[in-house]
């Protein structure tokens, strides 16, 4: 019926997941270090997360600790510094299955026959649906008889216990004899929400798929709940199922209407941002629902989701962003309403809408936006104009962009500084970028209305 015996079991977890059977690595944050000890909770928390996930040995010490944490790092579109920082930190602490993100299953841990039984509920059965449209699989459901598949809600004391409310949330095993392919989730959680997403990403690993590097993926391993989102398997989950399985012959009828999407990479000559903002000593880049970060100690440029660094609070498909360096804040724009963010957390009262900026009903949306920090003042770019907007109030008329930079194709896709001296606009299509210098001439720009 299968081939490949050996069974992995995923855990689920909305923190952090377990380091043994017995002590849930999500409780670690909440424990104190021993008293004779120099290791802080967090540095504890670390070298769990690294044993359970990244194979690291922490009783002969072989493995360097610093080169762990980059390759945890990498994986998740981090900058590789090796170092515990705030931000690795929270990464570490979002919801994730508790698979190694390292250890490959490969081709030889799957089912062998097209039709595979399993007891299903209704949110179930849609979640095996996505897997069925771009497989020949086909799941049927069976409600006395045993089937290939069960899927239980339980609070069970077995050699994979949940912990209670939060935590672990579900686990998986891959196909093989005996609980092969079985599914549970805890029965001690609230279900109402992220059922749906959780149940995709288990299946994945009940018909034999690993981890994925991709951050667009369904299995990729920290999923986030996004309630703007729709989970859908991406293109990556298609080609690695379809590996297995091969392809469901109505395939591309069945995904017209919503094909798997691709996460877009940089190489890509026709990639072209959304937005593109300074960011201390960064530059983010924005495209859809993920971003890419470039720093300057560093040579990668790897892509991540927008959720990564600002959950449940930055929507996908931005229009404009910028760092107003003088308020400590981050702007975000997407149609008529914008976001203010102060140390990754959304001010009281936001989204609120362009309006209160000053802008006149005429105005739907920011094309971009450019923040001068030296001097303190924003632009703002709609179309063929251009608005300044200083100490919470917009100056004046618009100007035209062609009167302040001359050459600049209109309208703008995105503006950004690059190394403090050249301003770089970037157009659609085709990625277009012009670098102008940095001199712009506020006192013509200004013209105060009486």
């Not at 949330?169 to 599914?183: R, S, T, W």
């Not at 590996?243 to 109505?250: A, D, E, R, S, T």
């Not at 470039?294 to 910028?322: C, G, M, Q």
Request: charge should be negative; aromatic fraction near 14%.
């Amino acid at each position: 019926m299968f081939t490949g015996l050996n069974k992995t079991v995923c855990f689920w977890s909305k923190s952090a997941p377990p380091p043994s059977v017995s002590t849930p690595l999500f409780h670690a944050l909440a424990q104190s270090a021993p008293v004779d000890s120099d290791m802080s909770i967090p540095v504890i928390f670390l070298q769990e997360y690294l044993r359970h996930f990244y194979d690291d040995d922490l009783t002969t010490g072989s493995c360097d600790k610093k080169t762990k944490v980059q390759e945890m790092q990498r994986y998740f579109g981090l900058l590789p510094s090796g170092e515990l920082t705030e931000e690795t930190l929270a990464v570490m602490k979002k919801p994730r299955c508790g698979l190694s993100d390292v250890e490959q299953v490969g081709e030889t841990v799957r089912w062998t026959k097209k039709r595979i039984t399993l007891k299903a509920q209704k949110v179930f059965r849609r979640a095996w649906k996505l897997w069925s449209n771009v497989t020949p699989l086909k799941f049927r459901n069976r409600i006395m008889t045993v089937a290939d598949i069960d899927i239980f809600f339980y609070n069970h004391n077995d050699s994979s216990p949940f912990d209670g409310r939060g935590g672990v949330l579900a686990h998986a095993f891959m196909p093989g004899l005996h609980i092969g392919g079985d599914v549970h989730f805890d029965s001690d959680e609230d279900w109402s929400i992220n059922l749906f997403a959780v149940a995709i990403h288990e299946f994945g690993h009940a018909l034999g798929l690993s981890h994925s590097s991709d951050s667009g993926a369904i299995m990729y391993p920290a999923y986030n709940f996004d309630p703007n989102y729709e989970p859908q398997l991406s293109f990556d989950d298609v080609k690695n199922i379809q590996k297995l399985y091969g392809v469901n012959p109505n395939f591309t009828s069945l995904t017209s209407k919503r094909p798997p999407p691709k996460t877009p990479t940089k190489c890509d000559p026709y990639l072209s941002f959304d937005a593109v903002t300074e960011l201390h000593q960064e530059v983010l880049f924005f495209k859809d629902r993920f971003m890419w970060r470039k720093h300057p100690e560093f040579e990668e440029t790897r892509v991540s989701l927008i959720s990564s660094l600002w959950p449940d609070t930055v929507p996908a498909n931005l229009d404009a962003v910028y760092e107003n360096t003088w308020e400590n804040v981050v702007v975000f724009f997407k149609g008529n309403q914008y976001w203010m963010l102060r140390q990754l957390k959304l001010e009281e009262g936001f989204p609120r809408s362009i309006s209160t900026l000053g802008f006149p009903s005429r105005i739907k949306s920011v094309d971009a936006a450019l923040h001068f920090r030296d001097e303190g003042y924003t632009v703002f770019f709609t179309g063929d104009e251009c608005w300044r907007y200083e100490q919470r109030l917009m100056e004046g008329s618009p100007m035209s962009v062609e009167e302040q930079w001359p050459e600049i194709p209109t309208p703008i896709d995105a503006a950004v500084f690059y190394d403090g001296t050249y301003i770089t606009f970037l157009l659609e299509p085709f990625k277009m970028s012009i670098s102008h210098k940095k001199k712009f001439n506020p006192t013509k720009f200004t013209v105060h209305l009486h």
